[in-house]
């Protein structure tokens, strides 16, 4: 089975600074990864995913993610944090196993943004 | 373009009432997929629709848990003699064919609760 480990529940940034959300997967394959974002009140947004192209992956509103494969990590990134980042992100792995293809969530990091 | 719908929003009902859920997917999406979020189990796949067909159910908690899907589109999910720890989000998602590489695109969920 496949699972994902996001390292840390709750990152406290500065407007202006960077962020990094880190992400570890365990897979016995080339694993899909995905960042989805969920803002309060709000539905499931993909950020960004991986599929076995570029490692490097550039996803919406400036983040991106690396596929480090001799680390098992997929850690997201952004350069400068905005107040409107503030939300929880889950690490995603999809998972297929005899025809079926669903999602495994991590347990997700709330990113909270201080002006 | 129209995104994932779901009705409806919130739900209060009260503990051994029968419940259902309604998703719209995305017009042309053949895979369909509910999880629930909650917050003592985070998210968690429920079942996967490929069609009208259901070949994974592994999710579903018990057998109070039933989903189904006509039409290739709608999909109902019905939790029978609800108990108080179905209270959750419940999520659908859908996406184009359900390969492990397809984006899941999530409607904004309904929140149950039963009291």
């Known amino acids: 089975a496949q699972s994902v480990t996001q390292l840390d529940s709750h990152v406290s940034v500065s407007e202006g600074t960077p962020v990094l959300l880190r992400c570890n997967y365990s897979?016995?394959?080339?694993?899909?990864l995905f960042w989805y974002v969920q803002h309060p009140n709000k539905g499931l947004q993909l950020l960004l995913k991986y599929t076995s192209a570029a490692t490097l992956v550039k996803g919406i509103n400036g983040f991106e993610a690396e596929f480090k494969k001799s680390e098992t990590s997929f850690h997201l990134t952004k350069p400068s944090a905005h107040m409107s980042d503030a939300a929880e992100y889950f690490c995603v792995v999809s998972e297929e196993m005899d025809s079926s293809y669903k999602l495994i969530f991590g347990s997700g990091t709330r990113l909270l943004v201080r002006p | 373009g129209a995104g994932v719908s779901q009705s409806p929003s919130n739900k209060v009902t009260e503990k051994g009432k029968d419940v259902e859920l309604r998703c719209d997917p995305i017009s042309g999406h053949t895979a369909l997929y509910w999880y629930r979020q909650s917050l003592g189990q985070g998210l968690e796949f429920l079942i996967y629709?490929?069609?009208?067909?259901?070949?994974?159910k592994s999710g579903l908690p018990s057998d109070r848990f039933s989903a189904e899907r006509t039409g290739g589109s709608v999909s109902t999910l019905t939790i029978q003699r609800t108990q108080q720890e179905d209270s959750a989000v419940y999520l659908c998602?859908?996406?184009?064919?359900?390969?492990?590489?397809?984006?899941?695109?999530f409607g904004p969920g309904t929140r149950l609760t039963v009291l």
């Open positions: 897979s016995s394959y080339s694993p899909s």
């Open positions: 629709f490929q069609g009208n067909s259901a070949p994974d």
């Open positions: 998602a859908s996406s184009l064919q359900g390969f492990s590489t397809d984006t899941q695109y």
